[in-house]
């Protein structure tokens, strides 16, 4: 998929020479092969179903419904309104207030989220970038009502807020001082939760936006090294920090070219950080990674075949060496999953595990003359790609004048030409198409949740001190017109009744907003 052309036969003489030094052995750099030796023989891949629609009260009952039937990580979906840092009473909330994700804009709301799930047993991950300080603050205030201190927390706040910028859109202020705030993030969990994934670097948006493997490999990589050094600038030990940050990566059709994707990520990134950076420690070297099945690969004709895509693209993220999972239900080009959807995703993962057999040897394509040499030449091209970006002046400065966003542009349109033109078969869209309008359950969300959430958020303001919490916006206001680390005055606002939307609204004044140019 990503125009790389392939021979028909692969033998001996596809590999270099010293193919078997450059792949080196599982668990060791550069970590080809995966970041732990024994891999699945030693303990399963996490299995994390994304979930949250409607109030915190919904998404708890199917955060409980999950782990009944056997999930082992939450991972928490967001509505647009709190993807954008606004609270439900927004006028720019209207109509989209628990509509893609779960409404959290209070303490009481991430209360309500996690009740009686204990946040020292699980590991959660939150998909927010923007507002993610103010979500892991609501997230550390909540933890502190269970008894749990922050550094016994342990999960994943996405903060990837460079893809935003390339792909997803959702954003506040402009690039440099949102940058400014993943510092201090990054500096206040790196001494406070040991045990937290401060960033998880996303190529998943890249690709859904129409980039190829190679580009979300060489972009994705290219945002992370953009994060190290804005750690390395901010006076961090490489090594007290790299280690806690993850990867997420899309796992689309071409079996193949994906498990590649992800053995020569491991060994880029592996590669890049002992060289661009003087790591030592050999956890700094891993690149540990959460995948996602492909959502843009799935059709609304004949959406049961979206189940066959989910179990391929699920097969090639385990193949390639994956540490935590989420499989898209086959109903998500309607709506939000329906629990049976959700279950039977969560089902394909479990089949994958206890009966495929492919868990019981660590990486059983290596070694293979095609696979390796798909490895070698993946790579190639994203180390390219990474080169053209160093000559732009690093990440930040190609984000700004447009580089990685054209390049998807440009390469999401010739996947459509190619689709239009019969080029490349879309099952049950221009191959093997039916006549027949489609039928199946889906999710309806109640238009009560909004009304529901605007009424609490506007309750609870109007009960709170409504001076205390002026007075600790001020405190946010004051760091972030000077240095200091924006963190703690934010915790201390959430811990006493400010809203995710007004500490927002303090980046938006004193940040500025930010408009993108046309690319």
């Known amino acids: 998929m990503s125009g790389i052309a392939l021979e028909a036969v692969y033998g001996p003489e596809s590999v270099p020479d010293d193919a078997l030094a450059r792949i080196g052995r599982p668990g060791e750099f550069p970590f080809t092969r995966g970041v732990h030796p024994t891999m699945y023989r030693g303990k399963l891949w996490t299995m994390r179903m994304f979930a949250g629609f409607g109030t915190p009260e919904d998404t708890n009952r199917r955060f409980h419904f999950l782990l009944e039937h056997g999930q082992t990580g939450l991972s928490t979906a967001f509505d647009m309104p709190t993807l954008m840092g606004f609270d439900p009473d927004h006028p720019r909330s209207l109509g989209e207030v628990g509509r893609e994700g779960v409404s959290v804009s209070s303490l009481d709301d991430m209360l309500a989220l996690f009740r009686e799930i204990p946040l020292d047993k699980v590991t959660t991950s939150m998909t927010i970038n923007a507002p993610a300080i103010v979500m892991l603050a609501l997230y550390v205030a909540a933890a502190e009502q269970q008894g749990v201190p922050a550094e016994k927390l342990r999960g994943t706040t996405q903060t990837d807020i460079l893809k935003e910028f390339i792909a997803q859109k959702e954003w506040i202020s402009p690039i440099r001082p ?49 994060y190290v050094q804005l750690g390395v600038d901010a006076g961090l030990d490489v090594d007290a920090f790299a ?71 699920a097969l090639a993220a ?27 995703a969560l089902r394909t993962q479990q089949v994958i595990a206890e009966e495929s057999g492919v868990a019981s040897v660590v990486d059983p394509f290596g070694g293979s003359w095609f696979v390796e040499a798909l490895t070698d030449r993946v790579e190639a091209e994203a180390r390219a790609i990474i ?72 309750a609870r303001k109007a009960a709170r001190d409504a001076a205390v919490v002026e007075r600790r916006l001020a ?37 500025g907003e930010f408009r993108e140019a046309a690319v």
């Open 178 to 226: 949102s940058m400014r705030i993943v510092r201090d993030m990054l500096a206040w969990t790196t001494e406070h939760m040991p045990l937290w994934n401060t960033i998880s670097i996303s190529g998943y948006h890249i690709r859904e936006a129409g980039a190829t493997a190679v580009q979300e490999l060489a972009f994705t990589l290219a945002d992370g090294l953009a």
């Open 243 to 313: 280690p806690r940050l993850s990867f997420f990566f899309d796992v689309h059709n071409d079996f193949f070219e994906e498990i590649a994707k992800l053995r020569a990520a491991r060994r880029l990134w592996a590669t890049m950080m002992r060289e661009r950076f003087g790591a030592k420690n050999p956890r700094s070297w891993m690149l540990r990674t959460h995948c996602q099945t492909a959502g843009v690969s799935l059709t609304a004709q004949q959406p049961l075949c979206n189940v066959v895509r989910t179990t391929l693209q």
């Open 318 to 344: 385990v193949l390639g060496g994956t540490q935590s999972l989420h499989t898209n239900s086959y109903d998500e080009t309607y709506a939000l999953p329906t629990e049976d959807a959700a279950t039977l």
């Open 387 to 458: 080169a053209r970006i160093d000559a732009l002046g690093g990440m930040v400065r190609a984000v700004e004048e447009g580089f990685p966003q054209r390049e998807i542009g440009l390469s999401a349109y010739r996947f459509q030409r190619q689709v239009d033109a019969g080029e490349r078969a879309i099952v049950g869209v221009n191959k093997y198409a039916s006549e027949e309008p489609e039928q199946i359950p889906t999710l309806k969300i109640d238009a009560q949740v909004e009304r529901t959430q605007l009424e609490r958020t506007r």
């Open 475 to 511: 405190a946010v206001r004051d760091a972030a017109r000077g240095d200091a680390n924006l963190f703690p005055p934010i915790l201390d606002a959430v811990r006493n009744g400010a809203t995710l939307g007004e500490v927002c609204q303090v980046f938006r004044d004193v940040f």
